[in-house]
Every structure is written in C-alpha cells, then in structure tokens.
C-alpha cells in the first residue's frame, strides 16, 4: 500500500514562496505518477499539479507560471515550488500518487495522503 510523508506546509504572506515535498512508499505496487490536489472549504477537490515517472507534468491552470512540480525517482519524493502565492490558494494540499502492481502494466489506483495545511494571507 502506498504511505506518504508530506512536509512544507504552513503560514506564507501573499507574493511569497512555499515549497511543498512529499515522499511515498509503498508496499506491492509502483508508483507512476505523484503530485498534489487541493481542497479550501466548501470547493471539491481539485488537481494543483502531477509528474509521471517519465517527467510528463499537468498543472491546474491557475497555477501555470506560478508553480513547479519535480520529483526524485530514486527516493519517489515529489517537490512543489510554489511562488506568487495568493490568498485563493489557501487550502489543505493533498499528496497524491497512481500506482499500479507493475509499472505502467495493468490496473491503476489512485491514493491521497492526510494533507498540510497551506495558507496564504492578504
């Protein structure tokens, strides 16, 4: 099963940096992609930026030019640098990984860690 150790969170004023790391473990499966979602109260759970193992990357698009998605294969830690914060993207930011039991073979599972709180003051 896949676990997640999220760090980076915290209290940032608006136009400032943040940068979230996220490292996954797991047990039987391969991991394929990583990233985050956020969720503020009251909206659904959005996507905020993923990489594939093969450095593909998606952002949301209030995010592009603001926000930069990385990984380390060797040690599967995603890192979000995030810049020009806003106080709309205030919210808990969810790790998130898709694994399957061989890479790229066969059915996907989509998995999200705890979360860490991100806020972002007028």
């Known amino acids: 099963q896949v676990q997640f150790v999220e760090s980076g969170g915290g209290l940032v004023q608006a136009g400032g940096s943040l940068t979230l790391s996220c490292a996954a473990s797991i047990s039987s499966f391969s991991i394929n992609t990583l990233g985050w979602y956020r969720q503020a109260p009251g909206k659904q759970r959005e996507l905020v930026a993923v990489i594939t193992d093969g450095g593909t990357t998606t952002y949301a698009d209030s995010v592009k030019g603001r926000f930069t998605i990385s990984r380390d294969g060797a040690k599967n830690t995603a890192y979000l640098q995030m810049s020009g914060l806003k106080p709309e993207d205030t919210a808990v930011y969810l790790c998130?990984?898709?694994?399957?039991?061989?890479?790229?073979?066969?059915?996907?599972?989509?998995?999200w860690g705890q979360g860490t709180q991100v806020t972002v003051s007028s």
């Open positions: 998130y990984a898709k694994a399957s039991w061989y890479p790229n073979l066969g059915p996907e599972y989509d998995y």
